[in-house]
């Protein structure tokens, strides 16, 4: 899923491209990626380009007169940019948004079709959107540590709810645990003073050279190779690869919907975190440290 440092990049280009354009038309290749009814596309179109946003993990095209289009990418939503008049590709195109200077498309490569696109009236109705999670620019490393003790989650649960801290996910909160030499089911009420601070700058980090990084692959093609996956990630996607600290082998924990990973050196003091569904299917046999995979 398309994170705060993707998002950005998206959200540069994309100003470059249409900030006082004329959105002059959305064409809809999926009925279902519409979620709003009013108002109709019909009814606020053509208008200007007023300004971008990220709103949590969505992007936000504001029109002149208060008009707000509203993208959720989720898992597998991904936005191209092409000359004028593009059409909508068949099997993945979700949406064509034409302006005068080029069409952007929205497409997702999903069956369950999770991605979605609002048009909003007022800036009420836009902040009904907003799932209430706290941007990091806003936060002090003490405001942080509050924000966290009064969630109850754990830490890599509390960094990626969107109704407690805003932009992050899946994969750039194992960056950033990793980074901080953290356990992902530390309760984030149990964390001292120093891990607070420690986890807040592996936040600003992380999440500031991933953008830096972002901006200079893409340089100034519109970005086309939105992933969660890098060669330059320490942990994220790298089960079973060496830690480029320690070097012990990254670990994982699935869950339905995602994975998450984490290096047992550096992180959990050599314990292996409980997978469960291995832990059912291996019992007494699961391994609990770093030396009881040796063997294996």
């Keep these: 899923m398309p994170e705060l440092p993707d998002l950005t990049v998206y959200i540069e280009h994309l100003e470059e491209r249409v900030l006082g354009h004329p959105l002059n038309g959305i064409r809809l290749g999926s009925p279902f990626v519409l979620r709003s009814v009013e108002p109709a596309i019909d009814d606020v179109l053509p208008r200007q380009v007023a300004g971008l946003k990220r709103l949590a993990k969505q992007i936000v095209i504001e029109l002149e007169g208060e008009v707000f289009v509203v993208i959720h990418l989720m898992i597998s939503g991904r936005l191209r940019w092409y000359a004028p008049g593009r059409a909508l590709q068949k099997k993945n195109g979700l949406a064509a948004f034409d302006f005068d200077d080029g069409t952007m498309i929205f497409t997702e490569v999903s069956k369950k079709k999770r991605a979605s696109l609002r048009l909003v009236e007022g800036r009420d109705g836009l902040e009904a959107l907003d799932p209430g999670g706290i ?54 009420k149990h964390l001292s003073d120093e891990e607070a601070e420690r986890l807040f ?96």
């Design 201 to 296: 700058a592996a936040c600003r980090d992380v999440l500031a050279e991933w953008t830096d990084l972002l901006r200079e692959k893409t340089g100034e093609k519109f970005p086309d190779k939105v992933t969660a996956f890098h060669a330059e990630m320490a942990v994220h996607g790298k089960y079973k690869e060496p830690c480029p600290v320690c070097g012990a082998p990254v670990q994982r924990i699935v869950r339905p919907e995602n994975e998450s990973n984490y290096c047992a050196g550096c992180q959990t003091e050599g314990r292996l975190l409980a997978d469960r569904s291995l832990s059912r299917l291996m019992k007494d046999t699961y391994p609990k440290r770093l030396e009881d995979l040796e063997g294996m």
């Design 135 to 188: 941007e990091l620019s806003e936060l002090t490393a003490e405001s942080f540590r509050e924000h966290l003790a009064a969630s109850p989650h754990t830490i890599k649960r509390a960094l990626t709810d969107q109704r407690v801290i805003a932009g992050i996910g899946n994969a750039y909160s194992d960056e950033i645990l990793h980074r901080a030499r953290m356990s992902p089911f530390k309760q984030g």
